[in-house]
C-alpha cells in the first residue's frame, strides 16, 4: 500500500477504535447498578458473571484506544520510551481483559456455540500478546511487530462486531445481538487474522527473524 494510502486506513481505524472505546464507557455505570444503552443480552452476562463480564468490558477498551498509536513509525522513531510504556500499556490491558473475556466466555449470551467463538478468541488474543511480549523482551523485533499486528487484529474484533450487528439486523433478518453472537463470536475476528496474515505474507515478514544484536 501507498504511503498516503496506509496513513488514511491507519487514520480510520484509530477513529472507529476510539469511537468504541468511548462508547463503551457506559459499562462504568454498571458498578453502581446502571445499565445505560446495554443490551438486555449483555445485562444477563453481566448478572451472572459481573467481575469476569466487566474485568473485559471496561479494561478492553484502553487497549483498544492505545493500540493504533503503537503502529505509527514516527513514534516509535522519535519516542521510543513512549513507545515501550504504551505498550507495556496495551499488553497488560489485553492479557487482563483477555482473562476476563475467557472467563466470560461459557456465559456467552448466544449459547455454548459463541462461547466457543469467544474462548478460541481470547486464547488466541492471550497467547498473540505473550508471543509479541516475549519477541521484544528478546530483541527480536520484527517478530515482535508481527505479533503485535495479529494482536491488534483480535482486539479490533470490538470494532468490526459493532459494525457487523447494524448489517445483520437490516440485511440478514436477525433481531437480537443473542440471534446474532454464533456467528458474531467468528465473525468479528476471523477475517481480521486472516487480512493480517495475507499482508504479512506480502511483505515477506516472518516469525523466524534474527533478533537484533544487543
Do not use: K
Amino acid at each position: 500500500m501507498e504511503a498516503g494510502s496506509v496513513r488514511f486506513v491507519r487514520c480510520g481505524m484509530t477513529l472507529l477504535a476510539a469511537g468504541v472505546a468511548l462508547w463503551s464507557l457506559r459499562y462504568w455505570a454498571a458498578l453502581s447498578g446502571g445499565y445505560p444503552l446495554i443490551d438486555p443480552d449483555i445485562q444477563r452476562v453481566i448478572h451472572h458473571v459481573p467481575v469476569q463480564a466487566l474485568t473485559h468490558m471496561l479494561v478492553g477498551p484502553i487497549a483498544l484506544a492505545a493500540g493504533p498509536f503503537q503502529f505509527i513509525p514516527g513514534l516509535r522513531a522519535r519516542r521510543p520510551r513512549l513507545h515501550r510504556w504504551t505498550g507495556r500499556v496495551y499488553i497488560v490491558a489485553c492479557l487482563i481483559a483477555g482473562a476476563g473475556a475467557l472467563a466470560t466466555a461459557p456465559y456467552a449470551s448466544g449459547g455454548p456455540f459463541a462461547g466457543l467463538g469467544f474462548g478460541l478468541l481470547a486464547v488466541s488474543w492471550i497467547t498473540a500478546n505473550i508471543g509479541g511480549w516475549r519477541a521484544a523482551l528478546a530483541g527480536n523485533f520484527a517478530a515482535h511487530r508481527i505479533w503485535m499486528r495479529f494482536s491488534y487484529a483480535m482486539t479490533f474484533g470490538a470494532v468490526t462486531l459493532r459494525l457487523q450487528i447494524p448489517i445483520g439486523m437490516i440485511f440478514l433478518g436477525f433481531h437480537s445481538y443473542s440471534q446474532m453472537s454464533p456467528w458474531l463470536a467468528y465473525t468479528s475476528w476471523i477475517p481480521n487474522v486472516i487480512a493480517v496474515a495475507l499482508y504479512t505474507a506480502l511483505t515477506g515478514s516472518t516469525l523466524s527473524a534474527r533478533p537484533h544484536p544487543a
